[in-house]
């Protein structure tokens, strides 16, 4: 992509009602603009991270066996009064009528939309366990939304849910997504710490918050300190094997790490001088709440005796769009946003220091076009600009690498390439750039 053709609409000044760096960084590098309290556009640049974010949260859903599906934004208040909970979710909830006077509501989860569907449909143990994912906007009419996308009203979640025979393999297929989360979250260079955690109007009995450690961050915990040495590397599972994936969970959870809503200090097992308390995000929470809507629901299956057996259910949530936020708040420095790899929305920038000459512009242009037949995605920065103004909107949008071309390296054959997190500069041979970033 050229930059002046491209639609990055930056800011020079911070913007006064940015509190946080994410929120301040995502406005100053164009990615999204607010359309309401809470509300956003997402711009090319944030979109192109959001997609990639998604991505990653989508290839690990489909690895542990969970299936794409969508879900309507849009459901009618009746599901939620037969599970009961259409009086009791509160102000939250964004409650519209239709044309005909039928109540409906912008959903902010799906476990009774996705309980009538899987209740309507699956009639037989045989055909469980099932495990039904999607990735879709909620609406929640947040007290206060603020921090961005960290806290939005309208928001992009993913959220599954998993349906089995008895407690044993919804057990299962918690610790499936425990490990699935694990892995997302590592792909992205985050350590998201799993925490025993209250499970509020979702309910059930079992949860678990994933939280990167930010004081930034909205959630008050309370970490042994040894669990940061643990190694959150990918874990490598396969997935049918219950005793493997049982192995992991356990490695995880052996340590103590809890949110401020259940931490007691008077029962914390771990010495203060090993305790923690700091704040976080929380990027991602699992449940286990057994037949909470399935029997209110009706949600049954013949079991191997011809009785019948309420689904045992469990959902799963990860905050796709406050992620970009929370990326950005662990990868920043006083110059700007740093992506990692596997999110950044472009893998490279190239800077054309001349585009007044000839030379520097014909190197530049045929090295951008030889660079986009290699499949690399790269923004081009062709502007007639000044290059200290070049070197700081690069520096703000964070691409991974930088490479630039000016009259003096070009000379010798060379180019610079900088590299944004450590800011290391070397001379790199123009004729091997191609070959240096081609996967
Ligand atoms: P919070 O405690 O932050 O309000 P929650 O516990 O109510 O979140 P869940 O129902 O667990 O949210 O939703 C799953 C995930 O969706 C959360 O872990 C979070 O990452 C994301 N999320 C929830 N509310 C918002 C919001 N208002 N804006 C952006 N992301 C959100
Ligand atoms: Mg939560």
Redesign the pocket.
Known sequence: MRLSQYFLPLLRENPSEAQIVSHRLMLRAGMIRQSSA?IYSWLPLGFRVLKRVEQIVREEQDRSGAQEILMPTIQPAELWRESGRYDDYGKEMLRIKDRHDREMLYG??NEEQVTEIVGASIKSYRDLPKNLYHIQW?F?D?VR?RFG?????E???K?NYSFDLDAAGAKHSYNKMFVAYLRTFARMGLKAIPMR?DT???GGDLSH??IILAETG??EVYVDRDFLDLNFENPDVDYDDEQIVQTIVDYFTSLYAATGEIHKPEACPVPPERLIATRG?????T?YFGTKYSVPMGAVVAGPNGEEVPLEMGSY???V???VGALIEANHDDNGIIWPESVAPFRLGLINLRPADDKCSAAADDLYGKLRNAGIDVLYDDRDDSPGAKFAAMDLIGLPDQLIIGPRGLAAGNIEWKHRRDGARQDLPLDTAVGRFAA
Do not use: N, Y
């Open positions: 809470g902010p989860t909620k929640r947040e939304p996308v960290m806290r939005g009203r928001f992009l979640m959220d955690a509020g109007p979702i918050e994933f909205e959630s995000i929380e990027v991602g929470q449940f949530g990860i905050g769009s406050r992620l």
